[in-house]
């Protein structure tokens, strides 16, 4: 972690300093995930690369590049060179703006059905590269969509007659569009928007298209590697979880301590007012997209919730999935938080007006996110740009989140109450269902692998293709397992594939929610696996354990569930091995694949 | 400011640059002189040195100065001249 890196940084300072901040995030002995990135340019790419390459070392991903020779994207996509069939890409960048399109502008006495054909040419030009490219490679494909252009020969009315560029580049713009919502693997990345938003004069200075042959102005690529570096890190699951919010000037203006409820600054009276009421707007709305609130603020719990009761607030004590106002320091309290939400903290993101309280939470707890602002107008903007949540792959559980952390938090209450543990799970009343993957929860079981990092015996990660042709083999067995209970339905929590060979099951990726932790779900999708192993008359299961710096929770699961260690590695690593002729169903608490109908179908 | 200001805040962009605290210009220092300044990594050079001095370089003068004195007395022309302060919107610091 570099705090140079953070969002906002200082474009000119990365650029300048590149070498030295590489070197730094290569010696700060993070453990990263390793992912060869093909980038296919329409224009130079070197720099796009370089700064890509920081910010994806200082998200725990440790890239190797191929580029394509100078604008050779499109043959490099469509022949199949051998370097780039021979680097076997995880992931697929194609660069393109502008620049490279070839089919307007058309001249003006052309007709529409001229223009209409020009439009359709282009878009194909793009499509048949990208199917070739999922066929060839399964795996994610990202390409920009385009800049406006920086003149209009028409003028305004460049935007509505056909002829216009402005008009062409919005129609492919909205074909990218429409293409990127009804495929999976490809995800566009809007420069459209980004442009605009640092300023389409100086992102398309052309002066560095004539030097250079960069397509857009060298010092807005940082800007333009960190935008595209928020979609693959949510591709590989590194998004963040939760907000952790202060109160005082932070959701609200003034010391609600102090100020008392009549005092403090919210609603719609005043300017400031407007602005902290948005703010709060803003992270409801986060909230009503999975993203949990947390509290995080030096007040008495009374107090806050004098604040959180004001008539004009918007955020409420039950949009909180736990609160922590008290007078411990804010790291501190940041721990716990992440403890009761069974989340690393690393998937917070700290949201406080005072400088001291960021200071101390990043220097505890580096992973947090703890972005610096100076007004509630200010710290949307910064959220917003920072884009910790962005989710590239949603998924419907995304919006019960909440729901989800609070009926955990009801269950810990009940846990209180039972004379036994067993007593206790008995009275959750809990189903699961666990089976053979299926086509509607696919996109769950992709976004769980890929970001399950403590309850995770492998920590293999897979793209959404990958995971569907492991659907399609019969080479493998594959459960995953949903979890439900009297307090409500957890969703699907469990994935678990095994690779057949003979007789012999190797378990590729076995992992679990934390949210699910101690409710003996694991042993319930044992039973199941083991159920399916005897039914193709297996014999036995070889486990494998490989540490990371997070997984250690689950160092000794193969023990617990009955295997023999076979080997010890230096590393941490370690591998099993069980004979199912001796296995008795461990789970005892769960009732297993007994729903009801009024559950078939649905998944969430 | 002086030709030998402009010099040291150039030595000072050159270090970052190159990561290398070693470098030390003269007027006559050229590309063949430092480890790693070919045509990528110039482009970098370029960008440190105009923000430093918030000026620009005219096109032909970026690919055409012969060696870093040359590079100083543009510098220093441009700034003592018309100061073009380049106003970039929000991101630009």
């Keep these: 972690m570099i705090p140079e890196l953070q969002y906002p940084f200082d474009s000119n300072e990365l650029l300048k300093k590149r070498r030295k901040l590489k070197k730094a995030l290569l010696e700060d002995g993070t453990q990263r995930i390793k992912k060869r990135i093909a980038v296919l340019g329409g224009s130079t790419t070197n720099d796009i690369v370089s700064m890509l390459e920081l910010f994806l070392l200082q998200e725990g991903i440790e890239p190797a590049f191929y580029q394509s020779e100078y604008a050779q994207y499109w043959q490099d996509a469509m022949f199949d060179p051998p370097e780039l069939t021979t680097f076997q890409p995880e992931l697929i960048f194609i660069h393109t703006s502008q620049r490279n399109i070839t089919e307007a502008p058309l001249p003006l006495n052309s007709s529409e059905e001229t223009v209409q054909a020009a439009l359709e040419r282009q878009m194909s030009h793009f499509t048949q590269m990208w199917e070739h490219l999922a066929e060839r490679y399964h795996c994610p494909v990202i390409q920009n969509n385009f800049e406006l252009p920086s003149y209009r020969l028409l003028g305004n009315r460049d935007a509505y007659d056909c002829h216009g560029m402005v008009w062409f580049v919005s129609e492919l713009n909205r074909r990218f569009a429409v293409y990127a919502a009804s495929h999976t693997d490809f995800y566009l990345h809007d420069i459209h928007y980004l442009s605009a938003r640092y300023g389409l004069d100086a992102w398309s200075d052309p002066s560095y298209w004539y030097l250079y042959k960069y397509s857009l102005c060298v010092p807005a690529i940082p800007e333009f590697a960190y935008s595209l570096t928020r979609i693959i890190r949510s591709i590989y699951g590194k998004t963040k979880k939760v907000l952790a919010l202060d109160l005082d000037n932070t959701l609200w203006g003034g010391v609600i301590g102090d100020d008392g409820q009549e005092g403090i600054v919210i609603g719609q009276e005043t300017a400031e007012a407007e602005a902290f009421t948005e703010m709060q707007e803003y992270c409801k709305s986060l909230g009503q997209l999975g993203v949990l609130l947390t509290v995080c603020s030096k007040n008495d719990r009374e107090n806050a919730l004098l604040g959180l009761n004001h008539p004009d607030s918007v955020l409420h004590e039950n949009d909180f999935v736990f609160m922590a106002a008290n007078w411990e320091p804010k790291d501190q309290n940041l721990t716990k938080t992440a403890e009761a939400l069974s989340l690393l903290p690393e998937s917070f993101v700290f949201v406080d007006d005072n400088p001291a309280e960021r200071e101390i939470v990043s220097v505890q707890l580096p992973g947090v996110a703890a972005p610096p602002f100076a007004s509630p107008a200010e710290c949307i903007r910064v959220l917003d740009g920072a884009g910790y949540f962005e989710a590239a792959l949603f998924s419907e559980a995304d919006t019960k989140r909440m729901d989800m952390y609070r009926a955990n938090i009801q269950r810990t209450h009940m846990e209180k109450s039972y004379a036994s543990y067993t007593e206790y799970l008995l009275g959750l009343e809990m189903q699961a269902e666990i089976q053979d993957f299926t086509a509607l929860a696919l996109p769950r079981i992709v976004q769980l692998t890929n970001k399950s990092n403590q309850f995770n015996l492998t920590t293999r990660r897979y793209t959404q293709s990958e995971m569907a042709q492991i659907a399609a083999s019969d080479k493998y067995i594959r459960l995953y397992g949903r979890l439900k209970d009297k307090f409500g339905d957890n969703g699907i929590v469990s994935v678990v594939i095994g690779e057949i060979a003979g007789k012999t099951l190797h378990m590729e990726l076995w992992l679990m929610s934390c949210r699910v932790l101690k409710r003996h779900m694991e042993y319930a999708m044992l039973d199941e696996l083991i159920a399916q192993c005897r039914r193709r008359s297996m014999e036995t299961i070889c486990g494998y354990y490989y540490q990371t710096d997070k997984n250690h929770m689950v160092r000794e699961l193969y023990r617990d569930f009955g295997f023999t260690l076979k080997e010890q590695f230096e590393n941490g690593d370690s591998t099993w091995v069980l004979d199912i002729g001796d296995y008795t169903p461990k789970n005892h608490v769960i009732h297993v694949n007994q729903t009801e109908k009024e559950h078939t179908g649905n998944d969430t | ?93």
Excluded: Y
């Excluded at chain 2, 482009?43 to 000026?55: C, D, K, P, R, S």
């Excluded at chain 2, 004195?69 to 018309?82: F, H, L, N, P």
């Design chain 2, 1 to 93: 400011m002086t030709h030998e200001e402009i010099m040291e805040k150039l030595t000072e962009i050159f270090r970052d640059v190159f990561d290398d605290e070693e470098i030390c210009l003269s007027d006559d220092t050229t590309a063949n002189d430092i480890d790693g300044w070919e045509s990528l990594e110039h482009i970098n050079l370029v960008e440190a040195v105009e923000h430093e001095f918030g000026m620009k370089f005219r096109m032909q003068e970026v690919s055409g100065m012969k060696n870093v004195g040359e590079m100083a007395r543009i510098v220093r022309s441009r700034i003592t001249d018309t100061p073009e302060k380049k106003k970039r919107g929000l991101f630009r610091r």
